[in-house]
């Protein structure tokens, strides 16, 4: 069974970064196009960047300049796609997820708090 596992979230201050990343295993997902998610308190899941299999990529106006998404599309990738996030904010703060498209299963997510 296909899981996906998300690490690297943390507590910084505002104005620093973090870089997340995701690794899933039982699946081959260098085919598919993968998204970085974030669910904060009381509000929805939203898609906050995305990257397909030729590299190109799309981000929320909320992340656009600041956040980056990048993937290693080896087969045999432990880590399937990074979130490098710069500038953080404290409305960056939310449990971040990654997922394939379509969509699997939801990982665990990884906790950003972004505080002073």
């Known amino acids: 069974q296909v899981q996906l596992v998300e690490s690297g979230g943390g507590l910084v201050q505002p104005g620093g970064s973090l870089r997340l990343s995701c690794t899933a295993s039982?699946?081959?997902?260098?085919?598919?196009?993968m998204g970085w998610y974030r669910q904060a308190p009381g509000k929805q899941r939203e898609l906050v960047a995305s990257?397909?299999?030729?590299?190109?990529?799309?981000?929320?106006g909320s992340v656009k300049g600041r956040f980056t998404i990048s993937r290693d599309v080896r087969d045999n990738a432990k880590n399937l796609v990074y979130l490098q996030m710069n500038s953080l904010k404290p409305e960056d703060t939310a449990v971040y997820y990654c997922n394939r498209f379509p969509q699997i299963p939801w990982g665990q997510g990884t906790q950003v708090t972004v505080s002073s």
């Open positions: 039982g699946s081959i997902f260098s085919i598919f196009a």
């Open positions: 990257i397909t299999i030729a590299g190109s990529t799309w981000y929320a």
